[in-house]
Structure formats: structure tokens, C-alpha cells
């Protein structure tokens, strides 16, 4: 069982930019890690992923602006977020998912509000 607590949300200009943090309770290095977001009314998408063996990918929307990065003697993972823009304002959550077929951990999620 995997537990996993986000933060570092909150309201920030646009231009700016904010760290979020994964913070998971038992051993995620093996695990792949993921960052999803939900807009009100919209579907939670992926937004960036990383593997056990650190391979990254991110949605286009992204690409250039975000970086995902993990610790493994932590169990944490991070999102740091530059360039942000009004459309990135969201709940942003962090999934843990062993393998394709095995059942996937959310944390609470944490809102991320972009507006100047």
C-alpha cells in the first residue's frame, strides 16, 4: 500500500513559478510516478511522467516549461513548474502505478491557481 500527500500549491502571477512535492509513505523506487491535472469541468490529464530508472516524458503542453525529477532515499517526487501560464491553474495530483496492470495510488491532490 502506497500512500502519497502533495504540496506546494498555491496562487502565483503568471511568468511564475511554483515546486510542487510528492511526499510518498513506503518504497516507491520502483514505481513509475506520475503528475495529473484536473481543471474544473475538464478530465484529469497527465502531465508529466518518470520511471524507476528516471526516463521522462510530458505532455506538449508542458514540454520546456515543467520538470519532473524524484528522489528515492526521500520516497519523494517533485514538479517544478516555470513559465506558468492562466491555463495551468488546476488540482495537480500525484499517482503511483507499480506496472500497467497493477492498481494505481492518488494522493489529495493540491490547486494551483495562476492569475495575475
Known amino acids: 500500500q502506497v500512500q502519497l500527500v502533495e504540496s506546494g500549491g498555491g496562487l502565483v502571477q503568471p511568468g511564475g513559478s511554483l515546486r510542487l512535492s510528492c511526499a510518498a509513505s513506503?518504497?516507491?523506487?520502483?514505481?513509475?510516478m506520475a503528475w495529473y491535472r484536473q481543471a474544473p469541468g475538464k478530465q484529469r490529464d497527465l502531465v508529466a511522467r518518470?520511471?524507476?530508472?528516471?526516463?521522462?516524458n510530458y505532455a506538449d503542453s508542458v514540454k520546456g516549461r515543467f520538470t519532473i525529477s524524484r528522489d528515492h532515499a526521500k520516497n519523494m517526487v517533485y514538479l517544478q513548474m516555470n513559465s506558468l501560464k492562466p491555463e495551468d491553474t488546476a488540482v495537480y495530483y500525484c499517482?503511483?502505478?507499480?506496472?500497467?496492470?497493477?492498481?494505481?495510488?492518488w494522493g489529495q491532490g493540491t490547486q494551483v491557481t495562476v492569475s495575475s
Open positions: 499517482q503511483a502505478k507499480l506496472n500497467p496492470w497493477a492498481a494505481d495510488y
Open positions: 513506503g518504497r516507491i523506487s520502483t514505481y513509475t
Open positions: 518518470i520511471t524507476s530508472g528516471g526516463y521522462t
